[in-house]
């Protein structure tokens, strides 16, 4: 699992991507948890780290509307080979090792965004704080095809809240049109203790309905993949030169990316130190937006049209990047349809 972010993040109360990549928190009124990169893990299966949710702030009273689960979304044009909506439709085969002190049912979700489908298997975790496998089968859906293109066709949803929303119906095994009712039925409320912690690793969605040893791909490989959606410009670290458009704007800030982003990234607000031209040392901007204008397979062209101070206009600049900045490209799922 790499991690770009952080190994470890507290107070988290709402949704977003923390630290390990292309994992997403999706959660409203669930409790306050920390999340990390922990080294426990299974003995003798070969993984080093696991994910863990840690709960730091209970809520044993959840609202209908409640909601935490882990998610991991795939691209339309990496699943053509399901042969999703028609009739030679593969099955779909999960497998992970997951271990929590909370022993009782727990949902793994497939959800179908192109054509608003699910289907959900439960699990049970037998033995408190032991490293359980689990394996699950989907079976295929002859309805509704992926969009083959670079856009969130399906993602995989770990429940660990829920509230009645998703849970006062029956549990949907199958593919079929969505009804939040039938999506998590029976799980556990992991947020209902501050002693509850929930780990997972060993993560392996196939096609077939057999699961096969997991598939250990080496570290740089791994780690492009998840540049795909993720990458940062790290404190001091120079940009390409840019212009500046006039006394506090600059364009053409461009950064090389390392692997051809998914799409147009988001540009987390970060701040710059500045040189000019003539070397002469520009002021520190205190918040800069950037905003993305090209894409393309060598990196992210922007501009910050305000922030900055003592520009002169169409002065060559040289931006240093005075803190962290994220180009965010990420598959946003949207998990819970209303």
């Known amino acids: 699992m790499a991690i770009q972010r952080s190994t470890s993040v507290s107070s988290i109360t709402g949704t977003g991507y923390y630290t390990l990549d292309r994992f997403k928190t999706s959660m409203g009124t669930a409790g306050t948890w920390t999340q ?9 299966q070969g993984f080093a780290n696991s994910l863990k949710m840690d709960c730091t702030t209970a809520n044993g009273s959840l609202s209908s509307g409640s909601s935490l689960a882990i998610q991991q979304g795939i691209e339309g044009q990496n699943l053509q080979y399901l042969k999703k909506g028609t009739s030679s439709a593969e099955s779909l085969t999960l497998s992970f090792w997951v271990k929590s002190n909370k022993t009782g049912t727990y949902i793994a979700e497939l959800f179908d965004g192109d054509n608003t489908r699910q289907a959900s298997q439960s699990y049970t975790i037998s033995s408190a704080n032991t490293w359980e496998k689990k394996t699950l089968t989907y079976a295929g859906d002859t309805t509704g095809a992926f969009g083959n293109d670079n856009g969130n066709s399906l993602s995989l949803n770990f429940w660990l809240v829920a509230g ?79 212009r500046a458009n006039n006394t506090s704007a600059l364009w053409g800030i461009k950064f090389f990316t390392i692997t051809p982003l998914r799409a147009a990234p988001t540009i987390d607000a970060g701040t710059y130190q500045y040189y000019y031209g003539d070397a ?59």
Request: hydrophobic share 30%.
């Open 36 to 44: 990390s990169q922990s080294t426990d893990v299974p003995t003798g």
């Open 164 to 242: 009645t929303n998703f849970t006062s119906g029956t549990l949907q095994t199958s593919f079929t049109s969505n009804t939040n009712a039938n999506r998590a039925v029976g799980q556990v409320n992991l947020a209902d203790s501050t002693s509850n912690e929930w780990y997972i690793t060993g993560i392996q969605l196939e096609a077939g309905s057999v699961a096969s040893d997991f598939e250990f791909l080496p570290h740089d490989v791994n780690k492009r993949r998840c540049q795909r959606y993720y990458q940062q410009v790290v404190q001091n670290s120079y940009l390409a030169g840019a």
């Open 280 to 338: 002469g040392n520009g002021a520190i901007s205190s918040s800069v937006t950037a905003t993305s204008v090209v894409t393309d397979d060598s990196g992210v062209t922007s501009r910050a049209d305000s922030g900055f101070t003592g520009l002169e206009d169409n002065e060559p600049v040289i931006p240093v990047a005075n803190s962290t900045i994220g180009y965010d490209s990420e598959l946003w799922l949207q998990m819970f349809i209303t």
